[in-house]
């Protein structure tokens, strides 16, 4: 158990980081959101003598990860939670501020060193060097298909005197487009870890190229994930029973997770629904049992992450006789 626990709040440019006394009272500091903010941080930090505190931070896209990888490399504990479990932590129990808390970033770097203290919220090193470039090529290669998108919609709408520019420029944006995703595959392939596991994934009908990177990030050992079932909350695969006394609501997919990994595992289940002989058979049980097509859909995508995380656990290709974990 940590005893001293610091909350910090990021923003693009700067961040604060609030530590609570012994007397109730916060020591509070705004640093800039860069290595010199990051190296007064951690002299900071080294000056608060014996134990070492226990960092946390919210999920905030980009804009936390540098610091977490600065701190997390030297081995400093990191914890970086969901920003839900920060917000209904405000909202629960006596004594604390509810909806109506004042909303500042030291407002919120307090309640997140609180919410540290009492929580203590497993710490973890942020992603290996090789995951956390996938990502970002991963994260490229979106926006480029994105902007693509968006530029063959205009197509075809613009004027005589502007159709030269809308008509370049998706063919640019595509040529960039075809850049990024040889170049995550040659960062797969001239990886030795990253490449003997797509190989495992590869091994199971259905996934591809482009899902395997996918799943390369999203089941990567860094996250610990103990079950494939937690391996499909990841993705928001889980479901949500919803029923109360007599009444019987319907169960959905809860969605609350990686909606890029959700999306990039559309294709690939239909795809294994065909090919994959674990899934083709669970298919066709649910069409028996009266299920429907989109239902089929959201179960396949499911199954597709139970099979891959187990495929991964045991380091040997996909057989289809073999039981997910």
């Not at 003997?196 to 050992?221: F, H, Q």
């Not at 949500?240 to 019987?248: K, T």
């Not at 169960?251 to 795809?271: E, F, N």
């Not at 239902?295 to 656990?313: E, G, N, S, V």
């Amino acid at each position: 158990m940590h005893t001293t626990t610091v909350g910090v709040d990021i923003a693009k440019a700067k961040f604060d980081a609030a530590r609570p006394g012994a007397d109730g009272k916060y020591e509070h500091k705004k640093l800039a959101n860069t290595p010199a903010g990051f190296a007064e941080f951690a002299a900071r930090l080294e000056g608060f003598g014996g134990e070492r505190p226990l960092l946390c931070t919210e999920a905030s896209g980009a804009y936390g990860v540098p610091l977490a990888e600065c701190l997390a490399d030297p081995g400093w504990p990191v914890s970086v939670v969901n920003p839900a479990r920060i917000a209904a932590f405000a909202k629960a129990g006596p004594g604390r501020a509810g909806p109506g808390r004042a909303k500042t970033d030291k407002a919120d770097a307090k309640l997140i060193a609180r919410f540290a203290r009492e929580k203590q919220p497993e710490a973890r090193a942020p992603p290996p060097a090789n995951i956390r470039l996938l990502q970002a090529l991963l994260r490229r290669a979106d926006d480029l298909q994105e902007m693509a998108q968006m530029g063959r919609n205009r197509q075809g709408t613009a004027s005589a005197d502007l159709e030269g520019s809308v008509e370049a420029v998706p063919e640019r944006l595509e040529a960039e487009l075809e850049a990024a995703r040889r170049r995550i595959k040659d960062h797969v392939g001239g990886d030795p870890d990253l490449r003997g596991r797509a190989d495992l994934l590869a091994s199971i009908p259905g996934v591809g190229e482009a899902a395997a990177a996918r799943l390369l990030v999203a089941l990567g050992p860094h996250y610990g994930f103990a079950s494939a079932k937690q391996a499909a909350a990841r993705a928001g695969l889980d479901v949500r029973i919803r029923q109360s006394g007599q009444w019987q609501g319907q169960s959905k997919i809860t969605k609350c997770g990686d909606p890029v990994l959700r999306k990039a595992l559309y294709m690939p289940a239909v795809a294994a629904r065909r090919r994959n002989p674990a899934i083709s058979a669970f298919r066709d049980r649910l069409r028996a049992n009266g299920k429907s097509g989109r239902a089929i859909a959201c179960a396949a995508m499911r199954k597709l992450p139970h099979i891959a995380f187990a495929t991964l656990k045991s380091g040997k290709p996909f057989d289809p006789e073999c039981k997910p974990v």
